[in-house]
């Protein structure tokens, strides 16, 4: 479903992204997995086109999408879910669904995403500021779908959530590649994804440095624990 080639990007004319290939095919989960500064947001924002595209090419079902606007991606199919979830304070959950769902319908209506998030819609009249964490990532996601997305890019949904919410969130995002969509979601570490995960990539530096299936990270973990330990010091020379 999504594609990139060579993908280089980055921030006032330096490189995060050095050439990045990987897929995010329909049904599937594929985790990013690096620590922070990895280039995770960075490649995230530039496939949803909130950061321009230095080099390389991104393809969305066959079209190539590198240079459309953040909004005719969006349009496109592909859909950021942000990091700290960025829902608006003071407008209710039913607020938020209401404008997410008026500014373009979709295949996802308000009933569609409420039956998948039955939780929110005994919270409808609550102000986002109200909802627990758990909520407002569900609330986030749920704002996402309404625009109709194919592609569906979670950035570390689970921060700061605890286990048992972690859990929800990561369930949703399996019942939602189950239904079609391509999840693309990042994380720092690998323990909450590595049971939902269909496919592997870790990024050190703005590189991929593994990329596996996730029947084979979930066989050997090892792997993917060495993909992400920090590299080793030089010994520091002693006068
Ligand atoms: N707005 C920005 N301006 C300049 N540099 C940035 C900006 N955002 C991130 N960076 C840099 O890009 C690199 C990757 O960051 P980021 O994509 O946020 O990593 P991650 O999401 O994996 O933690 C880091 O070195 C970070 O300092
Ligand atoms: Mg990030």
Excluded at 17 to 33: E, M, N, Y
Excluded at 36 to 45: D, E, P, V, Y
Excluded at 186 to 215: E, K, N, S, Y
């Amino acid at each position: 479903m999504l594609e990139t080639h060579s993908l280089r990007a980055g921030y006032h004319g330096g490189t995060v992204l050095q050439g990045i290939d990987l897929t995010a095919d329909r049904c599937s989960v594929h985790a990013v997995l690096g620590p922070n500064g990895a280039g995770k947001t960075t490649l995230l924002h530039a496939l949803a086109g909130l950061l321009p595209v230095a080099s390389g090419r991104i393809g969305l079902a066959g079209a190539d999408v590198t240079r459309l606007p953040a909004h005719r991606r969006a349009r496109a199919g592909i859909g950021l879910v942000p990091q700290g979830r960025r829902v608006f304070a003071s407008l209710t959950v039913a607020e938020h669904l209401r404008v997410a769902y008026r500014r373009r319908p979709t295949s996802w209506s308000p009933d569609r995403v409420l039956d998948l998030l039955p939780r929110l819609g005994e919270r409808l009249n609550q102000r986002a500021d109200r909802l627990s964490g758990g909520e407002q990532q569900m609330l986030a996601i749920a704002r996402t779908l309404l625009t109709g997305p194919r592609v569906l890019l979670l950035d570390e949904p689970t921060e700061g959530l605890a286990p048992a919410v972690a859990a929800d969130v990561l369930d949703l995002a399996r019942r939602l590649a189950a239904d079609g969509l391509a999840v693309l979601l990042a994380a720092p570490r690998p323990a909450l994804v590595l049971p939902i995960a269909d496919r592997i990539t870790v990024l050190g530096a703005g590189r991929i440095t593994t990329a596996l299936d996730g029947a084979a990270a979930r066989r050997d973990q090892a792997l993917v624990l060495a993909a992400l330990a920090p590299p080793r010091q030089a010994p520091q020379e002693s006068l």
